[in-house]
T-cell receptor, first 114, second 113 residues
Framework: GAGVSQSPRYKVAKRGQDVALRCDPI?????LFWYQQALGQGPEFLTY????????KSGLPSDRFFAERPEGSVSTLKIQRTQQEDSAVYLC????????????FGPGTRLTVL | GENVEQHPSTLSVQEGDSAVIKCTYS??????FPWYKQELGKRPQLIID?????GEKKDQRIAVTLNKTAKHFSLHITETQPEDSAVYFC????????????FGAGTRLFVKA
């Protein structure tokens, strides 16, 4: 079946622009996670959804970051007024239920802020 | 919160040799320890995981051991092949109700033919 997909795969933004990153999880997966992966580092947790409920957003670096999953499937991560330090790969993952079930990652969106 | 440390950061082995990657974690309440492989420019993929009720798990050339008392776990790859070259991440769940996975910084494994 189809895996997790993300779009766009690459995004270049000028500093100060807003961006929106999309994640399509595996159908039927209750849990959806967003991670930020800096070059040469492991994924860092940003936020977690269980269906449409955002149960944990403790990893979001600032109030410029906002995520939603309004119908419990597709999710969007929005970054307002992008800064150079936001440059990273943004990974989305989904699982059947929670972080102790296998997480299936998307290919990521590489964001470059100039 | 949970903190996961991983070493070495880089590991180079000859084809056919074994490779061992070690991780430590800080939260004694963590129960789930997955390992991911990430090839250059690709997504992380789960290769093996272990839960706190077992001490060892094996899948063909890959094995993971867990020592809950010492709070460390290790990945063992035997008979390494060039296609094993990748970055490997260990991780642990943070016991906040099943939401967070905390990743190590990664080990870049080179398998020389």
């Amino acid at each position: 079946g189809a895996g997790v997909s993300q779009s766009p795969r690459y995004k270049v933004a000028k500093r100060g622009q807003d961006v929106a990153l999309r994640c399509d999880p595996i159908s039927g997966h209750v849990s959806l996670f967003w991670y930020q992966q800096a070059l040469g580092q492991g994924p860092e947790f940003l936020t977690y959804f269980q269906n449409e409920a955002q149960l944990d957003k403790s990893g979001l670096p600032s109030d410029r970051f906002f995520a939603e999953r309004p119908e419990g499937s597709v999710s969007t991560l929005k970054i307002q007024r992008t800064q150079q330090e936001d440059s990273a790969v943004y990974l989305c993952a989904s699982s059947l239920q929670g972080s102790t079930d296998t997480q299936y990652f998307g290919p990521g969106t590489r964001l470059t802020v100039l | 919160g949970e903190n996961v440390e991983q070493h070495p950061s880089t590991l180079s082995v000859q084809e056919g040799d074994s490779a061992v990657i070690k991780c430590t974690y800080s939260d004694s309440a963590s129960n789930y320890f997955p390992w991911y492989k990430q090839e250059l420019g690709k997504r992380p993929q789960l290769i093996i995981d272990i839960r706190s009720n077992v001490g060892e798990k094996k899948d063909q050339r890959i094995a993971v051991t867990l020592n809950k008392t010492a709070k460390h776990f290790s990945l063992h790859i035997t008979e390494t092949q060039p296609e094993d070259s990748a970055v490997y991440f260990c991780a642990a769940d943070e016991d906040t109700g099943g939401f967070k996975t905390i990743f190590g910084a990664g080990t870049r494994l080179f398998v020389k033919a």
